[in-house]
């Protein structure tokens, strides 16, 4: 009974599809016209397979091309933004594109022969809407694609796969006299992460039929198997295989905070001190000290260095522009203009003709004066700033400062 069902089904889907376009018969003369997907298909940044996939598109799924197919791409709109799809896989909305259908002789009822997923669409890349009992009732109605049967569901029409559809309407709740077995998937051993969106391939190749995409941050249950620098996964009740490069280990828990650093006492800049990631002029800055600004120190030392605290976070500064003597005068950086930025330049790891140059200029530019002001443009201080107020982001102070 099964097996005339079937038949019914494959030569109902036969006859339809002697009238439907072919796959790949996209051309430039269909610009600007309206196009459907006749299976799931990846949408990329720029035209070709080397281009970074944005998106895919469901079979069925309709939008106008916004300029001439080229090279076998197709130019679409894709949630407002430029993207391109093979157009081996569009074909024309208009004059038959509409989806295959059967004859009427497969419309009528069927039962499940196993647990079965309703799905939007006729792949199992579309989203499940349920999953219906061993034994359930279904009616039929009539259209195909591929190896699935649109059905009634909940007031709406829906889509399951037929292979798990025997022919008879029978009872809802009863069970199937024959019942096919369930597909067999393998044990799952664990769980890993998605670091990107993944084709998952029937086969652990880039060639084979793509079931559905996974996206970019999901949880995939793997069974521990591997080949061709591909991991096997089930998803949604199916087995297939992920490229290994965009997976990554799932933390079971999250990432616990980072303890409070220990406070053993503080100590003050002598000048405008640089605070670093590391303990090295190489390393990234993470902030500034001020001349006379205070700052907790860890009592770890490395090399010159001084473990601090900053901004909550253990970072390092430059021990020679330490000291344990608060400033007798708040915020104000000791020595000439010169004997400062000598000491910054120091600081910071620079040649010594690094400063010759900076002598140079600022000699000509303000002549090292703090409150040096340019009446004309409104440059300000010993650098001439244009404007001056950006010297704020180094210290409140910044008009009468030298550091």
């Given at each position: 009974?099964?097996?005339?069902?079937?038949?019914?089904?494959?030569?109902?889907?036969?006859?339809?599809?002697?009238?439907?376009?072919?796959?790949?018969?996209?051309?430039?003369?269909?610009?600007?016209?309206?196009?459907?997907?006749?299976?799931?298909?990846?949408?990329?940044?720029?035209?070709?397979?080397?281009?970074?996939?944005?998106?895919?598109?469901?079979?069925?799924?309709?939008?106008?091309?916004?300029?001439?197919?080229?090279?076998?791409?197709?130019?679409?709109?894709?949630?407002?933004?430029?993207?391109?799809?093979?157009?081996?896989?569009?074909?024309?909305?208009?004059?038959?594109?509409?989806?295959?259908?059967?004859?009427?002789?497969?419309?009528?009822?069927?039962?499940?022969?196993?647990?079965?997923?309703?799905?939007?669409?006729?792949?199992?890349?579309?989203?499940?809407?349920?999953?219906?009992?061993?034994?359930?009732?279904?009616?039929?109605?009539?259209?195909?694609?591929?190896?699935?049967?649109?059905?009634?569901?909940?007031?709406?029409?829906?889509?399951?796969?037929?292979?798990?559809?025997?022919?008879?309407?029978?009872?809802?709740?009863?069970?199937?006299?024959?019942?096919?077995?369930?597909?067999?998937?393998?044990?799952?051993?664990?769980?890993?992460?998605?670091?990107?969106?993944?084709?998952?391939?029937?086969?652990?190749?880039?060639?084979?039929?793509?079931?559905?995409?996974?996206?970019?941050?999901?949880?995939?249950d793997v069974t521990g198997a591997?080949?061709?620098?591909?991991?096997?996964?089930?998803?949604?009740?199916?087995?297939?295989?992920?490229?290994?490069?965009?997976?990554?280990?799932?933390?079971?828990?999250?990432?616990?905070?980072?303890?409070?650093?220990?406070?053993?006492?503080?100590?003050?800049?002598?000048?405008?001190?640089?605070?670093?990631?590391?303990?090295?002029?190489?390393?990234?800055?993470?902030?500034?000290?001020?001349?006379?600004?205070?700052?907790?120190?860890t009592g770890v030392t490395d090399?010159?260095?001084?473990?601090?605290?900053?901004?909550?976070?253990?970072?390092?500064?430059?021990?020679?522009?330490?000291?344990?003597?608060?400033?007798?005068?708040?915020?104000?950086?000791?020595?000439?203009?010169?004997?400062?930025?000598?000491?910054?330049?120091?600081?910071?790891?620079?040649?010594?003709?690094?400063?010759?140059?900076?002598?140079?200029?600022?000699?000509?530019?303000?002549?090292?004066?703090?409150?040096?002001?340019?009446?004309?443009?409104?440059?300000?201080?010993?650098?001439?700033?244009?404007?001056?107020?950006?010297?704020?982001?180094?210290?409140?102070?910044?008009?009468?400062?030298?550091?």
């Open positions: 009974m099964k097996a005339r069902f079937k038949r019914i089904l494959v030569g109902a889907g036969a006859l339809a599809l002697l009238s439907w376009p072919i796959a790949g018969g996209f051309n430039a003369a269909w610009a600007g016209e309206t196009i459907r997907a006749t299976t799931t298909v990846n949408v990329r940044s720029g035209p070709g397979t080397d281009r970074a996939i944005i998106g895919y598109v469901a079979w069925g799924w309709t939008a106008e091309s916004t300029g001439p197919a080229a090279d076998g791409w197709i130019p679409i709109s894709y949630q407002g933004k430029q993207g391109y799809v093979s157009a081996q896989y569009f074909t024309s909305a208009g004059g038959g594109a509409s989806a295959p259908t059967t004859s009427a002789g497969a419309a009528g009822s069927a039962r499940t022969t196993a647990a079965l997923n309703v799905r939007s669409g006729p792949s199992v890349g579309h989203s499940r809407l349920d999953t219906l009992a061993q034994g359930a009732q279904v009616v039929l109605t009539g259209a195909t694609s591929g190896d699935f049967a649109e059905i009634e569901w909940n007031g709406q029409r829906a889509w399951v796969s037929a292979s798990w559809l025997t022919e008879g309407a029978g009872q809802a709740a009863a069970a199937p006299a024959d019942p096919a077995p369930a597909p067999s998937l393998p044990a799952v051993t664990g769980q890993k992460r998605a670091t990107a969106a993944l084709n998952m391939r029937a086969e652990a190749d880039a060639v084979s039929r793509i079931i559905t995409v996974i996206p970019s941050g999901a949880t995939l591997a080949a061709s620098g591909r991991i096997q996964v089930v998803r949604d009740g199916q087995a297939g295989w992920v490229a290994s490069e965009y997976v990554a280990e799932l933390a079971a828990e999250g990432p616990s905070a980072p303890a409070a650093p220990v406070v053993a006492g503080v100590l003050y800049a002598t000048t405008a001190v640089n605070v670093r990631t590391q303990a090295s002029v190489n390393s990234q800055i993470a902030g500034l000290l001020t001349a006379g600004q205070s700052v907790q120190i090399n010159g260095w001084n473990e601090v605290v900053y901004g909550g976070a253990q970072r390092w500064v430059s021990s020679q522009y330490l000291t344990s003597s608060a400033p007798t005068q708040s915020g104000q950086a000791s020595g000439t203009p010169k004997e400062i930025a000598r000491a910054q330049v120091a600081e910071r790891g620079w040649p010594a003709d690094e400063y010759n140059c900076l002598v140079k200029l600022w000699d000509r530019e303000s002549g090292w004066r703090v409150n040096a002001s340019n009446p004309s443009s409104g440059a300000y201080g010993i650098p001439q700033a244009l404007p001056g107020s950006k010297m704020a982001s180094a210290g409140a102070d910044w008009q009468t400062n030298p550091a």
